[in-house]
């Protein structure tokens, strides 16, 4: 066992004589890596359930089980060597599945169980090296909306970054009084969260200030991946020329020299200076009352575009030709289909549900002969349970994601748009086009 | 696991550090963005090629010539510079590039802990160099678009082990005069090494212009950095040097890397400097000619531009720069963009033959009557 304050390593064979040492090290760990009674109590059943799993299927596979507080969640890993067969028991819809054959089912349970109380979790495959990451996410308290000042600003005004925990929450109080909701990220509510994150460079921020100290914008940012920057903002506080574009400078700088290439805005609200940035798609979002709003989403290149290969399936052809051709972005596409080799049965597709049912989004995480009806059996749950907005995400860059761009176009979901360099490639998001809309 | 792995070896300040991609071959842009020309205008070459000596160099070289190793330290070479520059051998360290010299420079004066000083737009390798070397790299701000000295010299603490001035900028093209270079080092007072990067400095004739070869007899904190890339057009063999005090540069040989150079570049710079009076001023008067197609065109567009030192000029452009410049691939002309450099949405442009510009004024003007559409 190894520690390092925010990180606590196991090192064990998969058998259900260590399930106790694995309780112990997670209902101790997490509550001091700042996880509540609650969470960590569902923290340390999944891990329970996971090892119990690992010690029926695959009894003695040596196991790293690491827990760690990484920003605003604690994170159990399991590191292990197994085929990725049995994951599929991951899948948001498999409960209807093991419960329909039990003697089967049994087995998954586990693993079942495991998945459902974990508020997120993420799958790697890395030769035959499999790394499951169970989340829980710390819980913070919700703001109150502020009140925005109404004293002019004084003197020269100047953006720089902000690590301040009075300052942020004050922003987003801010941002929360004059901005509708879907143009702020919903942990503005729980500004605890941003600052942890920040703390751990995981999130920024930056305000723009007058000379008396007065907070007149601000603008955030985040790295999801390797080369692209998601930003939120700019929010503007005050009337004064120029604030949102010392932001989006501040912004452009900060990220210039680094790996991004591409710096996008899912949310961006009028206050956008455009000049900056090209339109990447309008998408048209669905609301719960049935009506469509159009959102459109903004992009630029931090440096040249050297081009790269994409895989695609030929149905999807058409659209990304249409979308490169506008974007001027240079991409040799690469057809690919199922090419009839040997894969898994089953496969595994990742959820994460937007907590208002106001979207869903899924992420394939390991292919199967089975997942066409997999996305089958997910959208049916998910509209079934009234989600409004469906994505998924598919990375360009691996051959049999590219290869689901039919499946996915034969069971309603339609190309919206390219996230150029979001993977080793592009990324394609699906929506899901409601029969009845 | 491997991951595990490296993350105990690998010092953060690497982690941290993000890796430099360079562009790809032109083949492969051209065959991309499916152009059967393209107009390099990014990087500064010189398009009127090496002057006439250089090419008797290439021409003679032969492959018997390869099995042996290039002369350790440039024997020849510095031989040559010490002649020109009325100084001693011992003065000059010749690099693979001056990359390679600012890479020797900090290592020999900065552990870590200590920082440099530079301006937050201007050549990136000083800043690059300092964060993978763990070296903290102080930028400050331009001011009207120039190396700013007092707040500069404000920054300067007892940590400070270089200040590096591009004279003139890259890619501003700005530079300290004389009096303002002068005062500045008398307010350093020895107190740290000050690089004055001069990659450009053949193409300056304004009197004013300081020339730190000079400067470096008063003041023998001073290193110069001078390459064969930009006049010389010797950017393909990779050879540029530093020049300072001989207590300084004994110093900086310790942590350079001999062998760098190899003997095709060692032999084409000493022919480069021997005969170059007529080649620098045709040089120059072609990048002359540049400009005066150039400023007026934008003049005429209304589009804000810096032209001042160097053979390039910079484009404050009504668009993206980075959209403008997959635009102008389409047409076979590839310029820098400058969010990189911190000044998003601006653009620079080699300054080249009259053709040449010509056609990137064509290309302009059709992409930005596209966007204005
Ligand atoms: C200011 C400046 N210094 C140094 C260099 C590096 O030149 P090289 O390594 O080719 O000698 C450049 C090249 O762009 C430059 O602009």
Known sequence: MTETGSRLSLDLKADICWIPLVQGVVETGAPVMGLDP????????????????????APGTRLILTLSREASSVSALFQFESSPEDLWAMNLTAASEISQDLDQGMAHMGLLLASR???????????????VTLFQDIIYPEIEKAEVPSAPLRGILSAEACSDPADISHACALTMTLYPEPLYPKSFRTPGNIIDRISQGRFHAALVKDEAGTTAGMICWQIPSRRTVEFYGPYLFSKGDGIAQLLIDHLINQVARTEAITLYSRAAGPDLPLGNFEPLAALAYRQSNGQKETRTLWFRHLREDMGCPVWAHPVLVPFLKETYDRLFLIRTIREYKDQGGSRPARSLLGTRLGADKQE?????????????????RHIQLLVNEKYVNLFFTMDLSIGWQAALGKDLTETGFEPAYVLPYAGESDKVIFHYVHPHA | MSTLMLDRIVPRHIRNFEPYYPSKPDSVLMSLFGVERLHRLNNNENALGPPPAVHRVIDGFSAEMVPVYPNGDCFDLRDLLAAKFHKTQDQFLVGNGSCEVISSVIKAFCVKGDNIITADKTFAVYEWVAEFSGVEARLIPLKDFGFDPEAMLDAVDDKTKIIFVCNPNNPTGTYWDRDTMIRFLEAVDQRCIVVIDEAYCEYVDNPDYPDAMLLMETFPNVITFRTFSKMYALAALRIGYLCSSPDVVDMVRRTHIVYSVNTPAQQAAAAAITDDRDFILATRKMVKEARQLLCPFFDGLGIPYLSNQGNYMMVHVPLSDTLLYRMLMKHGVMVRTMTGFRFPNWIRISLVQAPVMTDFINAFREVLSTVQK
């Open chain 1, 360 to 376: 869903a989004f899924i992420r394939p995480m390991l292919d199967g002969t089975d997942i066409r009806e997999n996305i089958q």
């Open chain 1, 38 to 57: 609650g969470k960590t109590l569902r923290l340390a059943l999944a891990a329970e359930e996971f090892i119990l799993h690992l010690s029926r299927t």
């Open chain 1, 117 to 131: 109380v974990a508020d997120r979790f993420s799958i790697a495959l890395n030769g035959r090296t499999l790394s």
